[in-house]
């Protein structure tokens, strides 16, 4: 199944000139067609797919997709919408990113695929730190699979410049203990978007990731997180 047609990235390109509500609003029939419905279709399909395999994975579209409209309320760039769709594909969604799930955002630049965890609190990271040091050789080994090398590369995150007494004497064999983030990611072309079966393409990453990101929850879970 074809999810999304040319139009996709099209309209993503004509609202970068056009970034406001009054062409938004003249636009929006437009974009209901072309991006939002297709989107949630293809996110409900992959939610689908991940269920079957993992029974954690009870959650709605919905759930998972992030809103176009921008918060600008910081920010100094007042455009009013984002110009890509994204979502994260978790057992908790959008509601607690911390949990290590699945990313996609679309975009007419390029498609991006990551896993992992992304902003963990300071207890989550203490946890996940304490889950590596125990067995660091098994965590070592799940990193270095050859798929996972050659879909994500590496464990990517800022780190610390010091490093917990605890951790001190790993950090020697193992440095990515000081990571304070743990994710990873995979970049496409843009023509990915409208290739055939593009879930199966996205089930292909989740696969791979998922030992890792099942590392990850259940490191954080461990004190009932």
């Known amino acids: 199944m074809t999810y999304f047609t040319e139009d996709f990235s099209q309209f993503f390109k004509d609202l970068a000139g056009n970034n406001n509500t009054e062409w938004f609003h003249a636009n929006k029939e437009r974009y209901e067609k072309s991006v939002k419905e297709p989107f949630i279709v293809f996110i409900g399909k992959v939610i689908e797919e991940i269920s079957k395999l993992d029974s954690e994975y009870q959650i709605t579209p919905k759930e998972c997709i992030f809103r176009l409209h921008r918060d600008v309320r910081f920010s100094k760039d007042k455009s009013s919408y984002k110009l890509f769709s994204s979502a994260v594909i978790s057992p908790k969604g959008r509601k607690d990113k911390s949990i290590p799930g699945l990313y996609i955002r679309l975009s007419p630049e390029d498609v991006t695929i990551m896993g992992g965890c992304y902003n963990p609190s300071t207890l989550q990271l203490q946890q996940i730190r304490t889950a590596i040091s125990e067995d660091p050789k098994a965590f070592r080994a799940l990193i270095e699979q050859d798929d996972f090398k050659d879909q994500f590369g590496e464990i990517k995150g800022e780190k610390n410049k010091r490093i917990p007494k605890e951790f001190q004497e790993l950090f020697k ?53």
């Not at 199966?200 to 890792?212: A, D, E, G, R, S």
């Open 173 to 225: 064999i193992e440095p990515i203990i000081a990571n304070k983030q743990f994710y990873y990611g995979a970049t496409l072309s843009p023509e990915t978007i409208t290739y055939k079966n593009l879930d199966t393409l996205v089930m292909n990453y989740w696969k791979t990731m998922q030992p890792i990101n099942k590392f990850l929850t259940e490191a954080i879970d461990s004190n009932g997180i």
